[in-house]
């Protein structure tokens, strides 16, 4: 009981100050992602989901500087869109090399995408050699000793590495192991 009422506060004062920030510094940011965007439309978005994010953050403390929390994590935002349209991008150019007989529905390339994302995301997570070493084995089809040569570490790191790429994988599709 006592724990919900901590919460609900904690929650009303996070949308007292995101209200704030957006009654403040939205048309700013707002600007800021059209000049950016080249004006694009998905400034809109993008300037929506940077509140919502601020929203969902269970920490919430008043900014010493607002316009730079808005920006960094809009830039974030910006960043996700580009790595996502790539992804898009580079699965498209893939399928095309397949003859359409064999394409997969629209719901299971949707659902491709989705899972590719996740992936993403999570291999996004590993530091950069662990991600190359992984990258490297999949993509490339190199061995450890290749990989640990690029890499300029020992063959037993590449295994390591690519332990930690195969647990994300296994995170983006399963769920965190119990």
């Not at 724990?3 to 939205?26: F, I, K, M, P, T």
């Not at 890499?151 to 690519?162: C, F």
Request: glycine share 6%; proline share 5%.
């Amino acid at each position: 009981m006592f724990g919900e009422v901590a919460v609900s506060v904690r929650d009303s004062s996070n949308q007292q100050l995101v209200g704030l920030l957006y009654r403040d510094h939205r048309d700013w940011l707002l600007g800021w992602l059209r000049k950016n965007l080249n004006g694009s439309d998905r400034a809109e978005d993008l300037s929506q989901d940077t509140f919502v994010r601020l929203l969902a953050r269970p920490d919430l403390q008043p900014p010493r500087e607002p316009r730079a929390l808005l920006t960094t994590i809009a830039k974030g935002l910006l960043v996700d869109q580009f790595r996502r349209s790539a992804l898009e991008r580079a699965y498209l150019d893939e399928l095309a090399q397949v003859p359409e007989a064999l394409h997969p529905s629209p719901e299971e390339q949707a659902l491709a995408l989705e899972q590719l994302g996740a992936i993403d995301r999570l291999l996004g997570q590993l530091s950069s050699k662990a991600r190359a070493a992984f990258l490297h084995s999949r993509l490339d089809g190199l061995g450890h000793a290749e990989i640990a040569e690029r890499l300029g570490v020992s063959p037993s790191r590449v295994r390591q590495y690519l332990a930690q790429g195969l647990r994300q994988c296994y995170i983006a599709l399963y769920g965190e192991p119990r």
